[in-house]
């Protein structure tokens, strides 16, 4: 579990104690004895096997395969894959790819439903881009409807691992990631991940040399 977590648990857990003593009964408690429960929950931060191999992107997140397009960009053509998280999904984000932070780029904005395409480019973001192993891959942390505070730990410079933990997005938000066009999809529209377990993706053996 994260820090977050007892943060809110135990305050709360504190506040039922409180109107237990005022009130002498527990009736009032019962509120935040759930919030307490829920927030324990929520902020809980599962062990995961990172997949090994070369040329592997793993999902940063946990969640719900919304859309997988191909983007034109400045610099050539590029694949996103976008991923919805709810309020019942692990929220620890975790690095694509092994790699050095070649920038790390944080922007305030609105906070659209994470459902909605638009919240890609409009919501408040924290935009990450990894480099290593042969290949750039670049991730966003978007906060949703619900979320106001999105947590990056990690600096540009630093190195990180592949499925090693970054940050998180607190409550209703979205993950992008986009990859070079060559990446080969293993993951669909509809289809369940999970954060630095799950591939989304393989660099044929053959590319990206020199990165």
């Known amino acids: 579990m994260v820090r977050d977590g007892y943060i809110y648990g135990l305050s709360l857990l504190a506040v039922a104690v409180v109107l237990a003593w005022a009130t002498g009964g527990w009736a009032w408690c019962i509120a935040p004895l759930l919030l307490a429960a829920f927030f324990l929950w929520f902020f809980r931060d599962p062990q995961r096997t990172v997949p090994a191999g070369e040329g592997l992107i793993v999902s940063p997140g946990d969640g719900l395969v919304t859309e997988t397009v191909t983007l034109a960009t400045p610099d050539g053509p590029r694949q996103r894959i976008s991923i919805f998280l709810s309020v ?29 395409p638009a919240s890609a480019d409009k919501n408040e973001q924290n935009v ?3 480099r290593g ?45 986009v990859l070079p066009a060559e990446a080969v999809l293993q993951v669909k529209k509809g289809q369940r991940v999970k954060g630095g377990a799950s591939v989304l993706a393989v660099m044929p053996t053959n590319k990206g040399e020199g990165l």
């Open 88 to 116: 019942f999904d692990v929220h620890i984000n975790r690095s694509p790819i092994a790699g050095v932070l070649s920038s790390v780029r944080y922007q305030k904005g609105q906070y659209l439903n994470a459902m909605n």
């Open 128 to 130: 990450v881009t990894v």
């Open 133 to 177: 192993e042969g290949i750039e891959v670049t991730f966003k942390q978007i906060a949703g409807l619900l979320a106001r505070r999105i947590v990056f730990n990690y600096s540009e410079g630093d190195t990180v691992e592949r499925g090693q933990r970054v940050g998180l997005i607190k409550f209703g938000s979205r993950v992008d990631v």
